[in-house]
């Protein structure tokens, strides 16, 4: 009796795999959780407070579709401030995180048959929500070789008549590889000879380490913007992930139709997130660099640690905060527990025996690797890294 569309599309292995480590925590193990994709950080007082006075002042009732005005020009005002770029409040929608900004821009665009270019490792999201649209994911293989990234030749070899987007994230969910302006500006050639939308999914924009210099892809040509589908929010940069506010900033055409779908469908976001994402995004930036300075000493140690491991090889990510290890010389072995063939046997022989979950990288279109975020404490990362060599001990 279930529709068609969902036999299609597999729940998250990312929750899955937290599924299972959640119920041997319920059941008293000491489980280190590597698969999640959130800070560990609390959301900063300046925005709790914005949210708690939001309440208090009663803004509690429906506002506009597309998210309240004075959200909108705060947003405006961060994408002049830290892009370069100009959007006036017809082009910015708002919704209830970005995954549902992600969503509604595919919804909006792509048609059944419409082929949608993927790069991967991808946000394991993307394929999901264009099958659910009935578009036609068109997978690009990458690896460390690449840096993870596309590169122009392979973008050219998949363009069809029938391509209506591409999908760039960028710095990106999983590797953490980031798209420096140069390599944008290859891409974007591309793009301006042909005729489809790049959705570019910039949730970890402030998250880049080592002097790396982060470039939205509007920002390259006006001509650009006009096919670019920006998609931010605040989840990862201000540890908001439960507040659920993302954006999309685009043609307007593109957020009329994206408004469309949101009102009959979800509606705005809650009217208490809008208010404290006002102040994420307006107040003082400082909360962001000190998380930063965390997730920078996390991700050496963490990045220090693992490739010291023999057998284990792992791309050094320039943005986000999680490393994308390839183990595949582990693969095709047996542990004591089970035989190890691919990188969910991997995963699961590391959450039996070590008690550690991380996702494997067949979840993100990658066989062959892990995923392991590097937002957790550095104590849980010490003992992570001890529980990690030993359970590789056990693997023959
Ligand atoms: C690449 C990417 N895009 C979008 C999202 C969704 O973020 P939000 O919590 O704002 O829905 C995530 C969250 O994991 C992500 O990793």
């Known amino acids: 009796m279930l529709a068609d569309r969902v036999n299609e599309i597999c729940a998250s292995p990312t929750m899955m795999v937290a599924a299972e480590a959640k119920k041997l925590k319920s059941e008293g193990v000491d489980v ?3 698969s999640m994709g959130e800070p560990d950080f609390h959301t900063p007082h300046n925005i709790k407070d914005a949210g708690i006075n939001a309440i208090e002042e009663n803004r509690t009732r429906y506002t506009l579709n597309q998210g309240t005005n004075e959200l909108r020009i705060a947003i405006s005002a961060k994408l002049k401030r830290d892009n370069n770029l100009d959007y006036n409040l017809n082009e910015i929608i708002v919704s209830s995180g970005a995954k549902q900004s992600v969503y509604n821009s595919i919804l909006a665009t792509v048609n059944p048959g419409d082929e949608v270019i993927i790069p991967a490792p991808y946000w394991v999201s993307y394929p999901a929500m264009v099958s659910l649209a009935g578009g036609k994911t068109v997978v690009v293989d990458t690896d460390e070789k690449t840096c993870f990234k596309i590169n122009p030749e ?5 363009i069809t008549s029938k ?12 590797t953490g590889s980031a798209y420096s302006k140069k390599e944008l500006e290859a891409i974007a050639e591309i793009v301006l000879k042909n005729n489809f939308y790049v959705l570019v999914d910039e949730i970890y924009e402030k998250l880049v380490y080592d002097d790396f210099e982060f470039t939205s892809f509007a920002s390259i040509d006006p001509e650009l913007k006009k096919k670019t589908i920006l998609v931010n929010g605040i989840s990862k940069s201000y540890a908001m992930t439960g507040w659920r506010i993302g954006y999309t900033a685009a043609p307007e055409n593109v957020v009329n139709a994206i408004n469309k779908i949101q009102s009959h469908t979800t509606s705005h976001a809650s009217s208490i997130s809008q208010h404290a994402a006002i102040e994420a995004v307006a107040g003082p930036q400082y909360v962001i660099s000190e998380m930063l300075e ?5 991700r050496e140690y963490f990045y220090h640690e693992l490739t010291s491991i023999k057998g284990i090889t792992c791309y050094k990510p320039e943005g986000a905060f999680y490393l994308f290890p390839n183990i595949s010389n582990y693969l095709h072995t ?24 991380v996702v494997p990288g067949s979840a993100f279109g990658k066989e062959g690797y892990l995923r392991l975020s590097y937002a957790t404490s550095m104590e849980h990362l010490h003992e992570a890294i001890f529980r990690l060599k030993k359970a590789l001990n056990k693997i023959q």
């Open 334 to 357: 047996k542990s004591n527990i089970l035989k190890v063939e691919n990188s969910f046997d991997f995963a699961m022989h590391l959450l039996y025996e070590a008690h550690i979950a």
């Open 294 to 298: 965390e997730f920078r000493n996390r």
């Open 163 to 174: 391509t209506k987007m591409l999908i760039l994230c960028n710095p990106s969910n999983p």
């Open 154 to 158: 392979q973008l050219l070899s998949v």
């Open 32 to 34: 280190i959780d590597l």
